[in-house]
């Protein structure tokens, strides 16, 4: 055999899986701008696990251990005459044997590009919704742990709330925690399941709970809104204490809420400053009480709705805390709010197809036609 034939002979396989490779990526791209019409441009389409593209290599390692077997591998047919046998000429199955090996290595490619995660981006068309700005204000002091509202004075708060987002589907809902400081656990968003669910986590304690920064509280919430083009815009503060912390006061808060035009409503949680509190269990498992003293400042709060122009409630259980949620939304006005959004199509299908296709070839061209005889 000639040294440019046997340089041929060698590069087939790898011929063979780019004319594989083209043939699949253009029956792909077929299947994507037809099939699931979506554009084939760089904005539309994304991955969603590209570090999947590592697994590429293994392609690659197909051809390379196909060259390595063929060299080692020892004559499957010996012969005296091999002059005779150089000058038959190659048949059609000498030229197509390797194309087997070129399919393979396409399909891994292929199925590799479909592990990534191909997906087609789709911008929602832009929707006006009825709807109101709401930033949620949780207090998670440690008071929040008194027993005098089941089971106890947060986790109420955050069944409430959660209720409360999932009642809501046209408003833009965002939430504040605070303690001794105030944090933004979410910005204003239309995804309430992602809302509830990161409410769902909260414990006593992630934050510094030895303290009551509402001044903090609310001035955090109002900057979640300052940019909010709604006609309607609120913070709902929930707070079972005196504002004892922080280093913005409860007045210059209020007067920045009015200044903003937001309406600041307040529930203040339990009745009464004494509460039980659970300090523990025995050694049976069954809760330890104890009564806990938490000052409280009705007025505070009452001050800061009114000045806000909103109002103020005081709650005892969870039935009356559900009702001051609802009385508060149902007498708000509703504003237009601008909801666009992505939507995100599944395109894998147009690379596994073709890899199957190929590995189905590839079994019938090797178990029959292709077939290698000892």
């Not at 043939?23 to 994304?46: E, F, M």
């Not at 400053?273 to 400042?297: C, I, K, T």
Request: charged fraction near 20%; aromatic fraction near 6%; hydrophobic fraction near 45%.
């Amino acid at each position: 055999m000639s040294a440019g034939k046997r340089t041929l002979r060698a590069l087939l396989p790898a011929l063979w899986a780019l004319l594989f490779l083209a043939i699949a990526l253009a029956s792909a791209a077929y299947l994507i701008d037809g099939v699931y019409s979506t554009p084939l441009q760089p904005q539309h389409l994304r991955l969603e696990r590209p570090w999947a593209l590592l697994l590429l290599p293994a392609a690659l390692l197909v051809l390379v251990a196909r060259g390595w077997l063929q060299r080692r591998a020892a004559p499957r047919l010996q012969i005296s005459r091999g002059a005779d046998l150089a000058r038959v000429g190659s048949g059609l199955r000498f030229w197509f044997k390797d194309s087997v090996t070129g399919m393979r290595a396409t399909a891994i490619a292929l199925l590799a590009g479909a592990l990534a995660g191909p997906q087609s981006i789709h911008a929602r068309d832009t929707v006006d919704t009825e709807g109101i700005d709401i930033v949620v204000t949780m207090d998670m002091s440690l008071s929040m742990q008194a027993a005098d509202i089941q089971p106890n004075r947060f986790e109420a708060t955050k069944f409430v709330v959660q209720d409360f987002i999932a009642r809501r589907p046209n408003d833009r809902v965002g939430a504040v925690v605070f303690g001794r400081d105030a944090f933004t656990l979410l910005p204003l968003t239309t995804d309430k399941e992602a809302l509830r669910n990161v409410i769902s986590e909260l414990q006593l304690q992630l934050i510094d709970g030895r303290g009551t920064a509402i001044g903090n509280a609310v001035g955090v919430s109002l900057n979640r809104l300052r940019r909010s083009k709604a006609k309607s815009k609120v913070v709902i503060l929930l707070t079972d204490g005196d504002s004892n912390a922080g280093n913005v006061s409860p007045d210059q808060a209020a007067e920045l809420a009015k200044a903003l035009g937001v309406k600041v409503f307040t529930i203040l949680m339990g009745q009464h400053g004494d509460a039980r509190v659970q300090r523990g269990a025995d050694m049976f498992g069954r809760p330890l009480w104890d009564r806990g003293s938490y000052p409280v400042n009705p007025e505070l709060l009452q001050q800061i709705s009114d000045r806000s122009g909103g109002e103020s409630y005081r709650v005892a259980d969870r039935k009356s805390l559900e009702q001051s949620f609802h009385s508060i939304l149902d007498r708000l006005e509703k504003s237009e709010i601008e909801d666009a959004g992505r939507v995100y199509g599944e395109l894998f299908g147009a690379l596994v197809w073709p890899a199957l296709a190929l590995l189905a070839l590839e079994m019938l061209l090797g178990s029959f036609w292709l077939r290698r005889w000892p």
